[in-house]
């Protein structure tokens, strides 16, 4: 099953779709996507985000990106509130980014949000989708400190060292690949890629974002987690197959809340 794992489907540009999201999950679904997992990053906007899960095959998850400044997360209230849909499966997207954000103070309200994820995350057995750069010290230390070893998670889009892969692994996370594996300056990722365990796999498009070749410099879609698996793949010298296989298996076990059976259909609404 090949899965996108990390998408934003309220930020999609649907224009060449006639403006209809419909038609970017029936193209997604015609490159073999069968399930997607469209990401928070606003609990303003969790009535849309929550709107796309009435399709089969769609997943959703509730949190606030920690460059969400004027909405970081300062309590659980509202995260356990969305928590409980049945279609909300994991908690995030949330994190620390120090590549955007320099002043001490604003790196205190994002870990700040950030451990009111883990905590809820962790009381409610849900994974963390984490956003982490250039912050990883600190974002292992509240991964550790607040983080549930059982119901661990997942760092997204992952751009870091192997030593920060590795420790994550050590506190039962996932590692999720995206397009930036095909980029000819990721060479340092590629190596990481190599050497993690299939085992600790995800893939992701991160979409509208990091399209991956050959559709650099495009907006990106669901559809083209198909590139991403095949790169991974080729990475790490399997069938294509045996890494959909793996990936997914990876996906359903620490995304608990999710089924292989709840699968995208064609032309469905």
Known sequence: MLIDTHCHLDMLDLAPHNNDINSVIDAAYQKGVRQLLTISVDLNKMDTVLGFTQREGV?????VHPLQNKGLVTDEVLLRQHAADPKVVAIGETGLDYFYEASTEAREAQ???FMHHLKAAGDLGLPVIVHTRNAKEDTLSLIKQYGNRESAGVLHC???????????????YLISISGIVTFKTAQDLKETVRKLPLESLIIETDSPYLAPVPYRGRKNEPQYVSEVAQYVADLKGIRYEALLEATAQNFHRVFSKTTPQNQLQLGSR
């Open 158 to 172: 992952f751009t870091e060292d192997y030593d920060m892969a590795k420790a994550a692994l050590d506190e039962n």
């Open 111 to 113: 870990k700040i949000s």
């Open 59 to 63: 997943y959703a998850s509730c949190g």
